[in-house]
């Protein structure tokens, strides 16, 4: 995988499946995650620590994106932990 140093990744679902497995090589190859979750908040966290734990960066955002106007209140979240 390209190196990522310096770029974030959003990735949706990330407490279980495929959004787990895509988080964790992201952050392998130097991007920051953005672990987002709805149900999950335990699940997260462990994905968060897990990251952490390795020297990579992670943090969680929650939103359930099944409201119509969450993926607008996602994209700010986002918007605002990036600075």
């Known amino acids: 995988m390209t190196n990522l140093s310096g770029k974030t990744a959003l990735v949706t679902g990330t407490s279980r499946g495929i959004g787990r497995a895509t988080a964790l090589p ?3 190859a130097g991007a920051e995650v953005l672990v987002h979750y709805h149900c999950g908040a335990t699940e997260a966290k ?5 990251i952490n734990r390795n020297d990579g960066r992670a943090e969680g955002v929650c939103a359930d994106l099944g409201e119509a106007d969450s993926p607008h209140k996602l994209a700010k979240q986002v918007r605002g ?3």
């Open 26 to 28: 992201l952050s392998r």
């Open 81 to 83: 932990n990036r600075g």
């Open 46 to 50: 462990a994905v968060i620590a897990r």
